[in-house]
C-alpha cells in the first residue's frame, strides 16, 4: 500500500542546491504527516521537515531553516525537500516518511524509504 521511494540525492558543493523527491504514499487514510529525517555516519537519525497532509502545518529543524523547504503534490503522490545553501554538515543520508500522527520525532512515523545519500563538499 505504502511503498516510498526517495530520488534527487547526489555530491555538491557547498552553497549548492538538490531538490529531493519521495513517492509512493499511495492512498491511504493513515498518512496524516509527511517527513524528512537524515542520519549522518555516527549520528542518530534526526528531524529535518514536516508537513501534514493538508499542508496544515509544516515545521523545519532549527539547522534547515530559511535553507530547505518541503512541499507536496499529491497529484503526483509525491512529498519533495527543496534543499539551497548547502553546507557540509547536511551530508546524510536523508530518508522521506509518512505517519498517522504529526510528529518531529523518528518514532512517530511508521512507514520509510531506504533513503538517499546526500554529500556537500567545501
Known amino acids: 500500500q505504502v511503498q516510498l521511494v526517495e530520488s534527487g540525492g547526489g555530491l555538491v558543493q557547498a552553497g549548492g542546491s538538490l531538490r529531493l523527491s519521495c513517492a509512493g504514499f499511495?492512498?491511504?487514510?493513515?498518512?496524516?504527516?509527511k517527513g524528512w529525517f537524515r542520519q549522518a555516519p555516527g549520528k542518530e537519525r534526526e528531524f529535518v521537515a514536516a508537513?501534514?497532509?493538508?499542508?496544515?502545518?509544516?515545521d523545519y529543524a532549527d539547522s534547515v531553516k530559511g535553507r530547505f523547504t518541503i512541499s507536496r503534490d499529491d497529484a503526483k503522490d509525491t512529498v519533495n525537500l527543496q534543499m539551497n545553501s548547502l553546507k557540509p554538515e547536511d551530508t546524510a543520508v536523508y530518508y522521506c516518511?509518512?505517519?498517522?500522527?504529526?510528529?518531529?520525532?523518528?518514532?512517530?512515523?511508521?512507514?520509510w524509504g531506504q533513503g538517499t545519500q546526500v554529500t556537500v563538499s567545501s
Open positions: 516518511a509518512a505517519g498517522g500522527l504529526y510528529s518531529m520525532n523518528v518514532n512517530g512515523y511508521g512507514y
Open positions: 508537513i501534514t497532509w493538508n499542508g496544515g502545518r509544516i
Open positions: 499511495g492512498r491511504t487514510s493513515r498518512i496524516y504527516a
